[in-house]
């Protein structure tokens, strides 16, 4: 079974500065996906960034982006130029590749960020 | 945009009770999940469905069981509640299996037994 480890549960960091959100993960497959999802107060779970297993280039989305490490197991998360609205748990998920049976998503237990002003 | 509306933000039962948590989804999504958020723990999987009529037990099933009539609407049934049942709980959609798009959540239902 597949587990994902975030280390960090919590980070606060200054506004305007950079932060970088740690997460590992155990798998034995070759091909999945790797998630970091955003949980504000207001509690919906928000998609902030997906990455493919198969593609070597780290994926980017505006101020976040990822430091994908595939031999290392490795998927930490980088915000850029913090704001007050980035304050919430951020968690890191994990997801098979491929067809029926493999749509779960397996969570870490999530980090919470402080934006301090 | 997806919409996931879960039917109660917040919900307080008495133990023994039995308790539906409804769940409905408008983008038409064959894939839909139940979650349990505690402190911790992050999210675990209760129950997932990939079609009308079918269930799959996630991680953290015992004590729950599920119902989808319809492919809009996935409830999440506690038998007997208990008080540790006492949690956050979150609905998930995502479109047809194998296509690796991710899933849509609700706000979350925060359900107390007492």
């Known amino acids: 079974a597949q587990t994902v480890t975030q280390s960090q549960p919590e980070m606060s960091v200054q506004e305007a500065e950079t932060v970088t959100l740690s997460c590992t993960y155990d798998t034995s497959e070759s091909d999945y996906y790797l998630f970091w999802y955003k949980q504000p107060p207001s509690r919906q779970m928000i998609l902030v960034i997906r990455?493919?297993?198969?593609?070597?280039q780290n994926a980017t989305e505006n101020r976040f982006s990822v430091n994908f490490q595939k031999a290392a197991k490795s998927f930490s998360l980088k915000i850029s130029d913090s704001q007050l609205g980035d304050a919430a748990m951020y968690f890191c998920a994990y997801r098979s590749a491929g067809d029926f049976g493999n749509e779960k998503l397996t969570f870490g237990t999530g980090t919470r960020l402080t934006i301090i002003p | 945009d997806v919409k996931v509306t879960q039917s109660s933000r917040y919900l307080v039962k008495r133990t023994g009770e039995k308790v539906f948590l409804e769940c409905v989804q408008d983008?038409?999504?064959?894939?839909m999940f139940w979650y349990r958020q505690d402190p911790g723990l992050g999210l675990r999987l209760i129950y997932f469905s990939y079609d009308v009529k079918m269930k799959e037990k996630g991680d953290i099933p015992e004590g729950y069981s599920v119902s989808r009539e319809k492919k809009e609407r996935f409830s999440l049934i506690l038998e007997s509640a208990s008080t540790n049942q006492t949690s956050m709980y979150l609905c998930a959609s995502s479109p047809r299996r194998g296509v690796g798009k991710p899933q849509h959540f609700g706000d979350g239902t925060r359900l107390s037994i007492l």
């Open positions: 983008m038409d999504h064959e894939n």
């Open positions: 990455q493919e297993a198969y593609k070597q």
